[in-house]
């Protein structure tokens, strides 16, 4: 994004806008200038509707809604354009307010409408609808059109995860654009002719790439809807919550969709420092893992049966520091090594590095996972917040396997479940060289292989469940918002580090517990 208001570029022009002068680069259009500055159609901002304009995608000029009034210097009077193509220059006059600016805009929503039918009440994009915004605005009160609406094709299967509704198109060609300049497939097309244009994919082809989700979130009307989201919610119930995606070291910004107490969805929230406005399909869909039913909601602990049973979180602790306390006083910090995890945010690997420090115990590594990457935004590596568990001094998990596999350790601390999911560079372990360990103590959001050789485990929260920083591959620090509030017994990885320094008698802890 371009700088504050007012600030001044080298090579900048100035043009006034509804009487207020700003300073722009020369090489841009209107609308690309106003979103540099922040200001289009935002409060106190310039509002110029237009709905086949996008951001991230070169410029289509067919909706024709952006019209505004200009006059560059030398012009005896103003012209329409279209803002999304008119290049600035020093001295432009624009208006966006005149009379015939607004017959113009009338104009066009009447061309849109004649086809379009009316069914709100029933469509999945009311509520966050732009058709249904401008035709407030800018619209008339009654259609002139005495022939029938257009006939078209309704929930029309494009793909695995998206539908469309042919009627309800208004041809922008965002998503047509958007498979061909972003993901470089070009599945989708604009088939016929004049009233019988329609979107289609092309013959043989299905809209099957790993961003396809994407056109959903930007159709402004409601002709591309996701399968994930189709009829699930209305928009008007959601909470919408500032978070990021945890699916790969990216960091994806999303606007997490939040009714009855669940996540209900996941959609990109536009952030050219980070993904730009798009996000991943298995990305999006990873707020399903909030609420899967293999989520941990209660601290286990391995009974005389050796049968992992739920306890209260005060015996968890205890226990705990019964099996440590030993170990340390008996065997020294050396027999015992800490796993961090990419998952936790800052501030518990931050507090599990204090913790291990305090304990006098240096044997510590990062399990990370790996996986498939891609030149758009997917990482290889699949947690969000690696390169701040390395911050904090987590680094190579390999010289930590050396020693668990030459017998030197007794106990392991792990944070995650990435311990047996392996990575490119340290294979996976397997469960079985952990069952010789006097002590493995788990903190995660889930059932994983661990269970098979843990002592004890404790239920942490979701990124979307607590408040805390993330730092992305690219070193930008990001603080989410908590969307959900979790169960009951899961608590951050820093609370049960605490209660357990308390209960180890370690200087420093229970004078900061988290709730």
Known sequence: MAGPVGEAEAGSVRIRVDGVEYPV?????????????????????????????????????????CQVELTRPGDEQARLAIACDAKVCEGLVVDTKSEAVARAREGVMELLLANHPLDCPICDQAGECRLQDHAFDYGVAASRMREPRRAARK??????????????????????????????????????R???????????????????MNVADICPVGALTTKDFRFKARVWSLDEVDGICTACARGCNVSIGVARGRVQRYVARRNDAVNGSWICDEGRLSYQQIDAPDRLS???????????????????????????????????????????????????????????????????????????????????????????????????????????????????????????????????????????????????????????????????????????SYTNLDGVVQRPSRAVRPAPGVRDERDFLDRIGVALGLAGYGMDRTA
Request: proline share 5%; net charge negative; with cysteine.
């Open 155 to 192: 929930r029309v299967d494009l793909g695995p995860t998206v539908a469309l509704d042919q009627e309800r198109c208004i041809l922008c060609r965002r998503c047509v654009r958007f498979c061909r300049e972003v993901t470089g497939t070009g599945e989708l097309g604009v088939v016929e």
């Open 194 to 212: 004049g009233d019988r244009s329609a979107i289609e994919t092309f013959p043989g082809q299905a809209l099957d790439n790993p961003y396809s």
């Open 298 to 468: 209660s601290c286990l602990a391995r009974d005389e049966t050796g049968e992992l049973c739920p306890v209260s979180l005060d015996e968890a602790v205890r226990e705990a520091a019964r099996r440590l306390r030993p170990l340390l006083d008996e065997r020294g910090p050396g027999v015992v090594a800490g796993v961090a995890s990419g998952h936790a945010s800052n501030e518990d690997v931050r507090a599990f590095k204090t913790f291990l420090d305090v304990l006098d115990v240096d044997t510590i590594g990062l399990a990370l996972r790996e996986g498939a990457a891609d030149e758009l935004l997917v990482s290889a590596e699949k947690a969000a917040n690696a390169a701040g568990a390395r911050a904090v001094g987590f680094g190579p998990i390999e010289g930590l396997l050396e020693r668990l596999r030459g017998g030197g350790l007794d106990a392991l601390l792990v944070l995650g479940h990435d311990l047996l999911e392996g990575d490119v560079e340290s294979p996976a372990l397997d469960a079985a060289e952990l069952e010789g360990l006097d002590t493995v103590i788990v903190f995660d959001t889930h059932r994983s292989p661990l269970e098979r050789v843990a002592h004890l485990v404790f239920p942490v929260r979701h990124a979307a469940e607590k408040e805390g």
């Open 25 to 65: 680069r020369e090489d841009l259009t209107l609308l690309q200038a106003l979103d540099g500055l922040g200001l289009l159609n935002v409060p106190e901002g310039v509002e110029i509707p237009h709905y086949c304009w996008h951001p991230h995608l070169a410029i289509d000029g067919s909706c024709r809604l």
